[in-house]
């Protein structure tokens, strides 16, 4: 079992910086690929990008491509988003999730096997 919990959302205004970070603990392996969603108000659930642990190789949905950056420390078992000019439209809960390695990138939910509760980031226009 995997338990992932994110942290550092909050209230920031149009413009702003958030840094999220997801934590994880229990059986984890450097195999796991871990992914950022997001969902906003009456959205659904939509892919944000992920993290390779063995090597730090990212990837990201076009709609986030250039403001947002995932890395992560090993040492930690601590994977981070950082987001850069936010606006509006980023409002949402914003989850970590972890899924096993494999040849492709992981960008739907059930492609996961393990979730955290979640972190809300509301920005303010």
């Known amino acids: 079992q995997v338990q992932l919990v994110e942290s550092g959302g909050g209230l920031v205004q149009t413009g702003g910086s958030l840094r999220l970070s997801c934590t994880a603990s229990?059986?984890?392996?450097?195999?796991?690929?871990m992914g950022w969603f997001r969902q906003g108000p009456g959205k659904e659930r939509e892919f944000v990008g992920a993290?390779?642990?063995?090597?730090?190789?990212?990837y990201y949905a076009d709609s986030v491509k250039g403001r947002f950056t995932i890395s992560r420390d090993n040492a930690k078992n601590t994977v981070y988003l950082q987001i850069y000019s936010l606006t509006v439209e980023d409002t949402a809960v914003y989850y970590c999730?972890?899924?096993?390695?494999?040849?492709?990138?992981?960008?739907?939910?059930?492609?996961?096997?393990?979730w955290g509760q979640g972190t809300q980031v509301t920005v303010s226009s």
């Open positions: 999730a972890a899924a096993r390695g494999g040849p492709t990138w992981p960008r739907q939910r059930a492609e996961y096997d393990y």
């Open positions: 229990g059986r984890t392996s450097s195999n796991y690929i």
């Open positions: 993290i390779r642990w063995t090597f730090g190789s990212t």
